[in-house]
Nanobody, 122 residues
Framework: QVQLVESGGGLVQPGGSLRLSCVAS????????IGWFRQAPGKEREGVSC????????DYADPVKGRFTISRDNAKNTVYLQMNSLKPEDTAVYYC???????????????WGQGTQVTVPS
């Protein structure tokens, strides 16, 4: 059974940090691009960061550049999102997703996790 499970969300004060994890089961992450997305209440889902399968190329949405870092540990079948200098506008449910295309992008993802809540109070 293919599954992506996110964890690591929570309540953090502005300026704080969290590290989200995305663990895959039922398939090997090595050949998949992984993206992190988020959806805030009343807003559309948006791409946050992605990492390619082969060369590890990374991309970040402008609002998180310089604050968030994506990484992957293929041996653990896990992708991480390190989030620093968190702001209230980062509050959202964060999802990871896997794309068989292998290249970092914001569309064409095959599988999605259930999400983890990140709350940064104002």
């Amino acid at each position: 059974q293919v599954q992506l499970v996110e964890s690591g969300g929570g309540l953090v004060q502005p300026g704080g940090s969290l590290r989200l994890s995305c663990v895959a089961s039922g398939f090997t992450l090595d050949y998949y691009a992984i993206g992190w997305f988020r959806q805030a209440p009343g807003k559309e889902r948006e791409g946050v960061s992605c990492i390619s399968a082969s060369d590890g190329r990374q991309d970040y949405a402008d609002p998180v550049k310089g604050r968030f870092t994506i990484s992957r540990d293929n041996a653990k079948n896990t992708v991480y999102l390190q989030m620093n200098s968190l702001k209230p506008e980062d509050t959202a449910v964060y999802y990871c997703a896997a794309s068989h295309w292998g290249s970092c992008g914001w569309t064409d993802y095959d599988w999605w996790g259930q999400g983890t809540q990140v709350t940064v109070p104002s």
